[in-house]
């Protein structure tokens, strides 16, 4: 179970050099006393604000 979950902006550039940025939402777990971040690969967002939301309903 994540102690919290944090957002993280991600970026990549296409083949035809444009860049596009989208925010992924990272599950922070201590383990042994450290802090990891894991990505959770089955959400994505366009937006921050999206991304925010989608943790302040899980909250």
Not at 2 to 15: A, D, K, L
């Amino acid at each position: 179970m994540p102690n919290r979950m944090i957002v993280q902006e991600e970026s990549i550039r296409t083949p035809d050099g444009r860049e596009l940025i989208y925010f992924d939402i990272h599950d922070v777990v201590t383990i042994e006393g450290r802090e990891y971040c894991h990505k959770r690969s089955d959400v994505g967002f366009k937006t921050r604000e999206e991304a925010e939301a989608f943790i302040a309903g899980r909250g």
